[in-house]
């Protein structure tokens, strides 16, 4: 009985210690990682708080600044080499929302610019908040160094209300008063060959 006992514990700790060294392996899967860190500019306010900037629009440069961290795990098929940062209302809200009224999402256009490390990126310049995900700014790199937060950020800019002569969507002349606000919803899109 004694014997048998101890065997059964000795069989039991065996299996315990295959379990736990194998955890790691089934925990730790090899994937890809994408995330977006935001610096700065969490809530971006306009006041249109004077006749000029109601005529003529409010455009806050770098707004925000955000930081990109992506590692390629070396996973056979899904080669990263850089990603697409694309932008959309969140939850896709129809329009720029007020106590009472509602504007059309487009018076808020949104661009982003390499402030350090993608310098060999592409911005798209300024465009027009949708419904849909439409890109900003995108990054290639054929051979591939993981990017870190601190060291590969873009600067976020913002415009509402500029006339259509100085390239905006119209100025907000005429508009009625209100509190508008919008949430606007960043993605981080995975390039290369096997995405």
């Known amino acids: 009985m004694f014997n048998l006992k101890s065997q059964i514990l000795r069989i039991s700790f065996v299996l315990l210690l295959v379990i736990l060294i194998n955890i790691p392996r089934v925990m730790s899967q090899e994937w890809n990682s994408a995330r977006i860190r935001v610096l700065y500019g969490s809530n971006i306010p306009f006041n249109f708080n004077s006749l000029d900037k109601i005529k003529n629009g ?13 590692a390629d795990s070396s996973r056979v098929g899904h080669t990263l080499q850089g990603f697409i940062l694309n932008f959309r209302s969140f939850n896709s809200q129809i329009n720029l929302k007020g106590d009472v009224y509602s504007l059309p999402l487009n018076r808020i256009r949104i661009k982003a610019e390499n402030a350090i ?13 949708t419904t849909d995900f439409l890109p900003l700014f995108t990054y290639t790199n054929p051979s591939w160094v993981n990017l870190n937060w601190n060291t590969n950020q873009l600067k976020i800019s913002f415009e509402c209300g500029k006339p259509v002569s100085a390239g905006g969507n119209g100025a907000l002349i005429g508009e009625p008063s209100d509190y508008y606000n919008v949430e606007i919803e960043f993605e981080l899109e995975p390039t290369g060959p096997g995405f």
Do not use: A, R
Request: net charge negative.
């Open 58 to 70: 409010i455009e806050i440069i770098g707004g925000t600044q955000i930081g990109i961290s992506m």
């Open 117 to 129: 490390g993608l310098g060999s990126g592409f911005s798209y310049g300024y465009k027009d908040l």
